[in-house]
């Protein structure tokens, strides 16, 4: 497995968390070190931005990506916008892409971890995560437990005919994420079920456990914290799962996808990081 992160790496954050007497000033170190990688990537002057003299870079990183690069604005990834890029961006988003972090990470550094979690997405994303995460295991690294952490989102756009052909029975991500698991590491036994029921299906969640040889696996759908604005976001699952988990997990790999590496990493930090004291590592 691959040693221990350079500190002096501005990726660092993205890749690799300890807890620490000095996290707190590392973490605000590695963010400030990464927004000014954006600022040299040449992105900004592609989509025809300049920070403004005096105006502090985060906040004017915060503006700018809202104007120029939220093609969500608020919806689903598949559903989102298709940008009409011209040759400059797209040149200037590759030769980013490395220097960002958002072309994957190094392997887990360790040979065993306290627990591995699956970030929830897409309909494929309930497949491939798990899938990787047998890789990881017939490749020698062992987890005591393993968590596919997701919502009750209703599939939406071209989900619904990809789940089909994905083999998927159901209409939603949690649907997708069981089984996603049982293809990678069933078939199951009868699981252990905890759940509260909602009229709103934001605001309901579910706890699936099943125990393995050597370890124990989990799919998680989380409540939001906004249940009638929106469904559970990343940090609403990080939280949710360190509520239901015993003070021995320290260790956590973080399975997820590459371009959300530097967002979700910083997530990992505030809830599994600063609020539980454990360290993480990242892998696509």
Do not use: C
């Not at 989102?80 to 040759?87: E, G, H, I, Q, Y």
């Not at 997820?256 to 539980?276: F, K, N, R």
């Amino acid at each position: 497995m691959a040693g221990q992160p350079d500190a002096s790496d501005p990726l660092t954050l993205t890749r690799w968390w300890r807890a620490a007497p000095d996290a707190a000033e590392q973490v605000r170190a590695d963010v400030d070190a990464w927004a000014q990688r954006v600022t040299d990537s040449g992105l900004l002057e592609a989509f025809g931005g300049t920070v403004a003299a005096g105006e502090p870079l985060l906040d004017f990183l915060e503006r700018f990506a809202a104007a120029h690069w939220d093609f969500r604005a608020g919806r689903e990834r598949n559903l989102a916008t298709v940008p009409d890029l011209t040759p400059a961006q797209l040149e200037a988003i590759a030769d980013a892409v490395g220097p960002l972090g958002l072309d994957g990470t190094p392997p887990p550094s360790l040979d065993n971890y306290d627990a591995v979690i699956m970030t929830g997405g897409m309909v494929r994303a309930g497949i491939v995560k798990p899938r990787h995460v047998r890789e990881l295991v017939d490749a020698g690294v062992s987890f005591d437990e393993g968590t596919f952490l997701g919502a009750f989102r209703p599939f939406a756009g071209d989900e619904v005919d990809l789940a089909s052909e994905l083999g998927v029975e159901g209409d939603d991500e949690f649907d997708a994420m069981v089984a996603g698991l049982e293809k990678s590491f069933g078939p199951f036994p009868h699981g252990e079920v905890s759940e509260y029921s909602d009229d709103s299906p934001f605001a309901s969640w579910r706890d699936v456990r099943w125990k393995l040889d050597g370890m124990d696996v989990r799919a998680v759908a989380a409540p939001s914290s906004e249940p009638e604005r929106r469904r559970a976001h990343t940090g609403d699952t990080f939280r949710f799962w360190a509520e239901r988990i015993p003070s021995s997990i320290r260790n956590v790999l973080v399975v997820t996808t590459p371009v959300y590496v530097p967002y979700q990493a910083a997530v990992a930090v505030e809830v599994l990081g600063s609020s539980t004291g454990s360290q993480w590592k990242r892998s696509r």
